[in-house]
Every structure is written in structure tokens, then in C-alpha cells.
């Protein structure tokens, strides 16, 4: 397919995020991370293994009128090292960034450890990481010390929806 | 030199430095001298003791180190009787306590409990036992032992002995003697072995433990020998837990066949460790929980920044 025909599958949005170099396969993934199946006047394209020069293939996401917050923007980061936000206004791209992960994650996944405190109810504790390792990704809790690894932390984000 | 504890927490061993642990030694063996008769060092101070899980050594020597220091106790131990059987959260019950004391000790059941309490308290916290995870001033007193009876911790070979998948006590301790020169051995039933987290830890803070099934092997290679309780309510079944519990014991006879090793213990014990060795020479496991005590002090009075003479 040549490029020209394959920038027309994907539609222009006048204002919004286009998560672009999504790992292959795991747009779908992004998509249910940032709860958009409940986005609902906003237009949003979805593209799966589309060509892509830096990576051969890649996936694509792009959500009209939506800007990431941080923690949204460390969740893709967690499942998609690679991928970069593209902020578009009045349809141009004005700011476009690699996501990074923090060295500390709030917030974003339960700590797989049951017997956690971050993990009892009521409690007014929010779960907390330190990124110990990039590549491979491994968190340690710092509650309870209990230390994840990449296909966990992928379990427990998504059990956490 | 300052005291760098001054206002501080203690919550685990992982962040502290040999000289840090050394000087709380220090400091403990200053206050045998207080350890019988007493100071007014701590006078009109009072520790919140704050046990929800059971304890007998580290609930009753903090409150004789508190009151040692001339200072008071107020607390539970257990959650019966306290608000938390309305449904109060932990965190309530902690900012509660926290306006009527200066300092609080808490053992609970959840990993990282200590931890939270930090963040939500300006008060020192120490933890007397966090679930499975940390139990740092039981390793004080254990290193504090270690370093009386050996002279010094360094140039020794040390074996862990016993459950040590879900002992908080040995994960301590195991982290403690990572600051230190020493031959660790681990010696455990199989299916209570270390958790490989904590092993990979060790190797990447500089030890190099040698993982052992065979006790009376370990035992002959070892100075000095940390046994601790098999603990049954970690076994799925009744049936499994007997299998292993009846296979691991260290009596008398063991002992004296593998040239008596000095024995420590944090106690409670079970059957892991038959009372025929109790009046050995090298049976520690009692003055070590005395060592409770000077420790305790020195912690204790450390945090609160006192002056005790």
C-alpha cells in the first residue's frame, strides 16, 4: 500500500492526540487502558499493523479532542516503551514526544501482592512503584517491596479496568 | 557526631548502611548500664504501642525499654477491644493514637503497613513486623547478638535455618548481613525456600549465599546458626506441613555431631527446635531476646533524639 493510500484510511482531526508507533498489536490494549469505549461524540481511528518506517510495523491511535494526562501517558508507556504522543491543534501537529516512563508510578496498577496495604479497601493509600528496571521492565512496590515484572504488570493493568 | 536518627523513622533494613547499624550497636551496648536499674532520660514521653497481630518479645520489650528510658507506654495487643471491629481503617486508628503519644511501635498484619504509617504520622514510627516483609529491630537485635557473642560480624559463616519463604525475620536479616563480610548459608526445606527476589537482591548488594536441603552439612560449615519456626498456617494442607516439620529439627545430638554451632532464634518455636538443646553452652535464643532490650533503648532514644546518662 503507498503511503498516499494509507494516510487516507486514516482520518484528520482538527484537535486532539495521535498516539502514533504503538507496538504492534497493542493499540487495542491503549484503547481499553484509556477507557475510550465510554468517549462517546469524539471521533477515534484505530489503525493495527500499518506500515511504519522506524519500525517496520506499528500500531496507531487517534482520539479527537482528548489530550493525555500524565498517568494516562504512563500507562502506554508501560505497554508501548516506544510509542509518541502527537498533540494536534487546529490540525497540525504543535507538539510531539516520545512517552516516558516515570521513575515513580502512582496510581496506575494494583501491586499483585493480595497482602499489600496499598491493596486493603478504605484505606487511603494509593498504590506506588519504583521503576527498578527499564528493559526488561521490573517495578518494586514501595509499600510492601514486592517486585513485578513486565507480564504482571500487563495482567494487573488490565484486570485493574 | 549528630545523631542522623533524630525524628526519623524505621521501617526497614534495606536502607541502612553498615555504619548506621553499627553505631546503633554502639549505642545499644551503652545502655546496658540502664538496661536493669533504669534513667529518667525518656521522663514524661509516651510510645504508642500498636499491636494487631499477636506478639510476646517485641510488644512487651519495647514497653521495659520505654519504661527503662523513664518513659510510658500506652497501647494494645491485639484489635480486639479497639474501633478497628467497627470497621475503623488502620489510617484512622494511626492519626488517632498519634495526637496522645511521641513516638509509636506497630506490628499488623499487611505488607507495607509500617510504610503508610510514615506518610500519614510527623510522629517517629517504627516497625515491630509488617506481614511477611520486615521486621528491622528484631535483625538489630539479632546483629547485636551476632556481634557480642563472635566479637564482630564480619569473617563468619552464618546459616539461615528454616522457613525462609515467608519469615520476615530472615528477610531482615538477610539484607543486614549484605553490609557485611560474611559466608551466608541458606538452609531450608525445599518448598521453603528463599523467595528469588530477595536472593537476587542479596547477590546484587554483594552476597553470594549458598542454598543448602542438607542441615547437618550446613550446620558443621557454620559459626553460628539462625534457626527460625516452620510456620504452619503458610502450608496448604495439615498433612503437608507435618511431612516437612517432622523432617526438620535440630536437637541436641545434631548439634553435638556438627561441633556445636552457636544457636540463635527469634522464638517462637515449634518443633523445628527440640528443648533437649536449651541448656547447651551455645543456646542463645534467650539472652538474644534480652538483647531486646539495650536495643530497643538505643532505637528508641535515638529516634526520640534524648540524652541518656
Given at each position: 500500500m503507498t503511503k498516499e493510500k494509507q494516510k487516507m484510511k486514516i482520518t484528520r482531526i482538527k484537535s486532539g492526540t495521535a498516539i502514533d508507533?504503538?507496538?504492534?498489536?497493542s493499540a487495542l490494549k491503549v484503547f481499553e487502558l484509556l477507557d475510550l469505549?465510554?468517549?462517546?461524540n469524539n471521533s477515534i481511528t484505530i489503525a493495527i499493523r500499518v506500515d511504519s518506517k522506524k519500525m517496520g510495523k506499528k500500531d496507531l491511535l487517534k482520539i479527537e479532542d482528548k489530550f493525555l494526562t500524565p498517568t494516562e501517558s504512563a500507562m502506554i508507556a508501560l505497554i508501548s516503551p516506544e510509542a509518541t504522543i502527537n498533540i494536534i491543534k487546529s490540525f497540525e501537529v504543535t507538539e510531539k514526544h516520545p512517552v516516558e516512563l516515570p521513575e515513580q508510578l502512582t496510581g496506575i496498577f494494583d501491586c499483585?501482592?493480595?497482602?499489600?496495604?496499598?491493596?486493603?479497601?478504605?484505606?487511603?493509600i494509593e498504590s506506588k512503584f519504583q521503576v527498578?528496571?527499564?528493559?526488561?521492565l521490573t517495578v518494586r512496590c514501595l509499600y510492601c517491596d514486592n517486585m513485578m515484572e513486565e507480564t504482571q504488570i500487563a495482567h494487573q493493568l488490565i484486570k485493574d479496568r | 557526631m549528630p545523631n542522623q536518627f533524630a525524628g526519623a523513622d524505621f521501617i526497614t533494613?534495606?536502607?541502612?548502611t553498615k555504619d548506621q547499624l553499627e553505631g546503633m550497636m554502639d549505642r545499644a551496648e551503652e545502655m546496658e548500664k540502664y538496661?536493669?536499674?533504669?534513667?529518667?532520660?525518656?521522663?514524661g514521653l509516651l510510645m504508642g504501642t500498636l499491636f494487631f497481630e499477636p506478639s510476646t518479645r517485641t510488644r512487651l520489650s519495647f514497653q521495659a525499654a520505654m519504661k527503662r528510658l523513664g518513659g510510658d507506654t500506652i497501647g494494645f495487643p491485639?484489635?480486639?477491644?479497639?474501633?478497628v471491629q467497627k470497621g475503623e481503617t488502620l489510617a484512622d486508628t494511626l492519626r488517632t493514637v498519634s495526637q496522645y503519644v511521641n513516638i509509636i511501635v506497630m506490628r499488623h498484619p499487611s505488607e507495607g503497613s509500617a510504610k503508610l504509617a510514615t506518610e500519614l504520622l510527623d510522629i517517629p514510627v517504627i516497625n515491630g513486623g509488617d506481614g511477611s516483609a520486615n521486621h528491622p529491630t528484631q535483625t538489630l537485635l539479632d546483629l547485636y547478638t551476632i556481634r557480642k557473642e563472635l566479637?564482630?560480624?564480619?569473617?563468619h559463616t552464618i546459616a539461615l535455618a528454616?522457613?525462609?519463604?515467608?519469615s520476615r525475620t530472615t528477610r531482615s536479616l538477610s539484607r543486614a548481613l549484605s553490609n557485611y563480610d560474611v559466608e551466608l548459608i541458606l538452609n531450608s526445606p525445599s518448598q521453603l525456600r528463599m523467595k528469588k527476589d530477595l536472593l537476587y537482591e542479596l547477590k546484587n548488594r554483594g552476597l553470594d549465599p549458598v542454598e543448602s536441603d542438607d542441615l547437618e552439612h550446613s550446620l558443621t560449615e557454620a559459626d553460628l546458626v539462625y534457626a527460625t519456626r516452620i510456620q504452619?498456617?503458610?502450608?496448604?494442607?495439615l498433612a503437608e506441613y507435618e511431612k516437612v516439620a517432622h523432617a526438620y529439627e535440630i536437637d541436641r545430638d545434631l548439634l553435638e555431631r556438627t561441633g556445636n554451632p552457636l544457636l540463635l532464634h527469634p522464638?517462637?518455636?515449634?518443633?523445628?527446635?527440640?528443648?533437649?538443646?536449651?541448656?547447651?553452652?551455645?543456646?542463645?535464643f534467650f539472652s538474644q531476646a534480652g538483647n531486646g532490650i539495650p536495643v530497643r533503648m538505643a532505637l528508641i532514644s535515638s529516634l526520640l533524639d534524648l540524652t541518656v546518662r
Open positions: 508507533h504503538i507496538t504492534p498489536g469505549e465510554f468517549v462517546e499483585s501482592n493480595p497482602n499489600c496495604i496499598s491493596n486493603q479497601d478504605r484505606e487511603p527498578t528496571n527499564k528493559d526488561p | 533494613i534495606r536502607d541502612k538496661r536493669h536499674n533504669g534513667t529518667d532520660a525518656a521522663r491485639s484489635s480486639e477491644g479497639t474501633s566479637g564482630e560480624v564480619d569473617g528454616g522457613d525462609l519463604r515467608y504452619k498456617e503458610r502450608f496448604p494442607n522464638l517462637p518455636r515449634v518443633t523445628e527446635l527440640n528443648t533437649n538443646v536449651d541448656d547447651l553452652e551455645n543456646s542463645l
